[in-house]
């Protein structure tokens, strides 16, 4: 399977490579922000519109999940924040006219970057089953359209709802609602390939899956380890926090197999000296780690914390701690005291003075964090060795006090809050208990489908009818060309969306777009504006205000749309049903959930307070571990590693400095010194020069699974790059055709976007 590079790319033929840089911030994101928002949206609205991101009287920065700092700056967000407003408020539209002019073959052959900025959708539009064309279709039609293939399917677990993280609280629950009304919990969402690894470990481990630290932990920690994170990129707000707690004097250890600008040096551009001076050294020390070495990595740790807990009884470990809230520690040890340091060395690629050099930060610190997002989260033994994290935790009494804890550092703005509110294809019991009893039905037990599994099951025609609430699902999910003969063995797929994207090209026999507003926009109904709420990585809900007219007058909020489509498809069914109340006024949606998910009490009136309010959150508010023991469980976790055969590397995919997931905001990766393309593949110089190879070769990665299938991404530049001898690593979505879509982490299913063993070839006709 090879997946050729979009024909009007400019054939990346202006790339350019300049060396990278080693600080993150400064003056040039604050005249990047301002350029984007410029040509996106004009001068004046692009510079109003970014003064109310993440004010109180605001909206949710769509940018990411890092919380909001009690006490704001005029101007709270960051580069990327600002490029995630630009990109929704464009002044460009795809209108009817655009979908007559441009077919789905031809869409289908465009670049991400190239269908993104087209601009901001504007009509629903209808794609009839053989037509190569959308066309307009009414709201209503439009609902009765998925009406009409909802009620010929013969079962309702052939259809699966997706959705991706950006959808409000009110929208989520709305959504599972008309999924479990149908009958059905398949409810893949991008936490699917994103942070379930975390939540699967975190569950069993803790008792819930999400983070145990506030924004004030991280202020007030000694030390905090930033693991398979790239936060000067993805989470720019994070960097001003790191700042602040190492003004305090806490020590910042980067374990990272790439020496990612914003790691090392931090220009913050919101203090005057950030963007004079020559900023903060962020990191203390830099782990320049293998790929998938970190569960060896943390094991060496507790291994030392064991022996030097033997060598100085009672000043190391946390004993009280471990004796009355943990279970399983005599077990943890004892495994761990037999982690050999040969394996650590052969995992990690580091030297054992750098692992002992680590914990000597380790020991002094009297408080810990751990923070880390993707690149632990998207390997195969992701499960484990987010386990043996929080053992490394655990150990010294780090979780439930200020200062210290677990900080899975989430990715889209809302995808926590989508989790809360019932978005999940394994629902608990409790939930659905409350959820029945409220709304008088019995919901269906069965486990539903994650995204891997939704797309075995389109492959195999056992989903028909496909809806997507935001999202990307096409460019994001593994396995491009797999993914791709899924989606289009539908009888309909549905996609309510902001931006035209490849989902909108690759579809069902018949396809939907439903327009939506974004965050940025007013939506005002007959009983007033409405405000919707998200909930941040740190267990905190807000309210989000947009302001900005609507992009056109045809827009439907998502609320709205749901409603919509559940009226439709349930007219006769349970007239009963308050959609048109849920729809008139949001409050009324918040009212159910306050009644239905615990720690929502009274959730309109304490989401209005300014600052909104925290979710309850039992180990960090009270060391209570709502697990199967009552207690948090240690963990026994064999020793796991990839071993990767002899001439062949492994490939982790990226994001650039200029994307957002599938959107593409730009051509270049200024930190890593790219310009003006994305077909390049980072490699060890050493490992090039193995082959015959040298920076700029244009070489093909081509995957190597155990399925046996070829998967080749043709025509990559080679550039020589600081990584361990034998990783490499490119941007997603270009190397998703490489990722098989059967290899994925244990437990938690999540495609093992991390690593991939591909060999290089001369490009072919080079
Ligand atoms: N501007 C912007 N912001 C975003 C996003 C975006 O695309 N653009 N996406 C959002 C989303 S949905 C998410 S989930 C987050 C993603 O945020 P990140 O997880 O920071 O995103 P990635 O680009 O996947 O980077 C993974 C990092 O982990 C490192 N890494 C990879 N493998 C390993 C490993 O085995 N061990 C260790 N120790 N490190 C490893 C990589 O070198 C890289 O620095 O960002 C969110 N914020
Ligand atoms: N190879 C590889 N693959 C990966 C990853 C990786 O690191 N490597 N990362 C994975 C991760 S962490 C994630 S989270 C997924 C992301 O997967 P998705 O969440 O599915 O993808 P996005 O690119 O974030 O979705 C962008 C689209 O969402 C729509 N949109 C934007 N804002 C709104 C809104 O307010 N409402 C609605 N209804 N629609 C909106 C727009 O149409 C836009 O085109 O990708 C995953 N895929
Ligand atoms: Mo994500």
Redesign the pocket.
């Known amino acids: 399977m090879t997946r050729k590079a979009p024909a009007e790319d400019p054939g990346d033929a202006r790339l350019r490579v300049s060396p990278p840089k080693d600080y993150a911030a400064g003056i040039p994101a604050v005249t990047s922000s301002l350029r984007h928002a410029g040509t996106q949206m004009g001068p004046r609205r692009g510079l109003l519109t970014l003064l109310r991101v993440n004010q109180k009287d605001g909206f949710d920065c769509?940018g990411c999940a890092w919380p909001e700092p009690e006490h704001r700056h005029r101007a709270e967000f960051c580069e990327n924040g600002a490029k995630a407003v630009a990109?929704?408020a464009t002044l460009r539209r795809v209108t009817p006219e655009f979908f007559a002019e441009h077919g789905l073959e031809e869409l289908a052959g465009r670049s991400d970057y190239w269908?993104?900025q087209q601009g901001r959708?504007t009509h629903p539009m209808y794609r009839p089953a053989g037509s190569d064309h959308y066309r307009p279709i009414s709201w209503e039609d439009a609902f009765a359209v998925v009406a009409r293939e909802l009620a010929a399917l013969d079962h309702p677990d052939q259809a699966a709802f997706?959705t991706?993280?950006?959808?409000?609280n009110e929208?989520a629950f709305v959504y599972q609602l008309f999924a479990r009304l149908l009958g059905t919990n398949n409810l893949p969402?991008?936490?699917n390939?994103?942070?379930e690894s975390s939540g699967s470990a975190l569950v069993e481990t803790i008792g819930i899956g999400k983070g145990s630290v506030t924004l004030e932990d991280l202020h007030e920690a000694d030390l905090i380890l930033v693991v398979g994170q790239n936060p000067g990129t993805n989470h720019p707000r994070m960097l001003s926090a790191l700042e602040r707690a190492k003004r305090r004097g806490a020590r910042v250890i980067a374990v990272n197999p790439l020496p990612e600008a914003g790691l090392l040096r931090f220009k913050n551009p919101q203090r005057p000296s950030g963007i004079v001076g020559g900023g903060t050294q962020l990191a203390d020390l830099f782990l320049q780690i293998r790929l998938g070495g970190d569960q060896a990595l943390f094991q060496a740790f507790n291994r030392l914390l064991l022996e030097a807990e033997d060598e100085a009884p009672g000043t190391v470990l946390d004993t009280s701690f471990i004796a009355a809230h943990t279970h399983g520690f005599e077990a943890c040890a004892e495994h761990v005291r037999k982690t050999s340091w040969e394996d650590v060395l052969e995992a990690t690629g580091l030297s054992r003075d750098e692992i002992t050099g680590a914990f000597s930060e380790i020991l002094a610190a009297e408080k810990t964090v751990v923070c880390w997002?993707?690149g632990l989260?998207?390997h195969r033994h992701s499960v484990p060795t987010i386990r043996e994290v929080v053992n490394f935790l655990l150990m010294r009494g780090n979780i439930g006090r200020p200062g210290a804890g677990l900080c899975p550092v989430r990715?889209?703005s809302n995808?926590q809050g989508d989790r809360t509110m019932g978005i999940h294809e394994k629902p608990s019991e409790a939930f659905l208990d409350a959820l029945g009893t409220e709304f008088g039905f019995a919901p269906p037990r069965h486990h539903g489908h994650d995204v891997v599994e939704t797309i075995r099951a389109m492959r195999d025609g056992r989903v028909k009818v496909f809806v997507?609430?935001?999202?990307?699902?096409v460019?994001?999910?593994?396995d491009t060309e797999v993914t791709e003969q899924a989606l289009r063995r539908c009888r309909l797929t549905v996609?309510?969306?902001?931006?035209?994207?490849?989902?909108?090209a690759v579809t069902g026999e018949q396809a939907l777009i439903l327009p939506?507003?974004?965050?940025t926009e007013a939506d005002l109904r007959p009983s007033g504006p409405q405000v919707v709420t998200v909930e941040d990585s740190m267990g905190m809900v807000h309210l989000s205000r947009g302001r900005l007219a609507p992009a056109s007058d045809h827009l439907r909020s998502?609320v709205a749309?749901i409603c919509g489509m559940a009226r439709a498809v349930f007219s006769d069914r349970n007239p009963q049903m308050p959609w048109e109340a849920f729809e008139a006024d949001y409050d009324r949606v918040r009212e159910r959930i306050a009644r239905v998910i615990p720690g929502f009490e009274e959730f309109n009136d304490r989401v209005r307070r300014p600052g909104g309010f925290a979710l309850p959150h039992p180990p960090r508010d009270e060391r209570r571990f709502t697990t199967a023991t009552g207690r948090a469980n240690f963990t026994v976790n064999p020793l796991e590693f990839p071993r990767v055969p002899d001439g062949r590397l492994l490939l982790?995919?990226?994001?650039s400095h200029d994307q957002?997931?599938?959107?593409i905001y730009g051509l270049d990766d200024r930190y890593r010194g790219i310009h003006q393309g994305r077909r390049v593949l980072f490699v060890h110089r050493e490992d090039l020069a193995a082959r015959g190879l040298a920076d700029g070769d244009l070489v093909d990665i081509v995957g190597e699974y155990e399925d046996g299938v070829e998967r080749r991404a043709p025509g990559f530049r080679a550039v020589a790059f600081s990584t361990p001898r034998g990783c490499c690593a490119a941007y997603?979505?270009e190397?998703?055709v490489?990722?098989p879509l059967d290899s994925t982490a244990t437990i938690s299913n999540t495609?093992t976007?991390?690593s991939?063993v591909v060999r290089l070839e001369p490009a072919a006709g080079v």
């Open positions: 769509p990109e929704e269908l993104g959708l997706y991706s993280g950006r959808a409000s929208a969402d991008c936490s390939m994103c942070h997002a993707m989260t998207q990715g889209h995808v997507g609430l935001g999202g990307n699902l460019a994001a999910a593994p996609q309510i969306s902001t931006k035209l994207n490849r989902s909108h939506c507003l974004g965050r998502e749309i982790q995919t990226v994001r957002y997931n599938t959107t997603f979505p190397t998703n490489l990722v495609p976007s991390k991939v």
